[in-house]
Structures are given as C-alpha cells and as structure tokens.
C-alpha cells in the first residue's frame, strides 16, 4: 500500500512544515504525481528510500507494510458515514486533499493491502 503526502497542502506555520519534512526523511518514500498520485519514479513504490529530501515534491509517497513498519487505514469521503459507525482505537490520523482520513498503524505481519 502507498501512501501520498502533501506536506505543502494545508496552511501551516514554517516549524511544523519542517517537522513534516523531517518525519518523511525517516519513512521510505518516493515523489507522486499531483494530478494523479502516480509514482514519478521508474520503479514506483519499489524506489522509495529513507532520508530522501520531499521538500521539493508537491505529492510525496510513503511505501506502507513491512518496509516502514506502518498500516494505513483511507476512508474516502464516501465512506464517512461507515466510519461513523465504527469503533477505531486512537491512532495517529491525517485528513486528506478530498476530506477523508488516513488512520495510521502500526503494520501487523501478514496483513496485505485490500486492493492488491
């Protein structure tokens, strides 16, 4: 699963911003597309490294599972209403460009991405 980040997206102070661009250093990551998401590497989500600089990626993405240690759950704005419904423990939790939510976790062994 890939993850796209837009640390340059929400209005934000120069300090938080730099924040962002420091924890992405430390997650394998690769430039996207911002029209699309699409990968802008040969390779796609195979390319991404740690400690490349995002600070000139408009999109940036993050490779989810085993590689960062991370899961995410997307809820798209079409799902708000299952969401409601549901009983999520607190987790670190982002809205996205389309006011949905990416919901972090840590990554379980074994766990696959719904959509591969």
């Not at 969401?83 to 982002?94: C, E, I, M, N, W």
Request: net charge positive; proline share 9%; hydrophobic share 35%.
């Amino acid at each position: 699963m890939v993850l796209c980040a837009e640390p340059q997206a929400a209005p934000q102070s120069s300090s938080h911003r730099a924040w962002v661009l420091d924890e992405l250093r430390k997650l394998p990551t690769f430039p996207c597309a911002i029209s699309d998401k699409s990968p802008l590497t040969p390779h796609g989500h195979l390319d991404a490294r740690r400690g490349r600089d995002c600070s000139g990626n408009p999109l940036t993405g993050v490779a989810m599972g085993a590689v960062s240690k991370l899961s995410c759950l997307d809820v798209d704005p079409e799902g708000l209403s299952w969401l409601a419904q549901q009983s999520l423990p607190k987790t670190r939790t982002y809205r996205t460009r389309r006011n949905g939510f990416h919901f972090f976790f840590l990554h379980v062994p074994g766990l696959r991405c719904s959509t591969s």
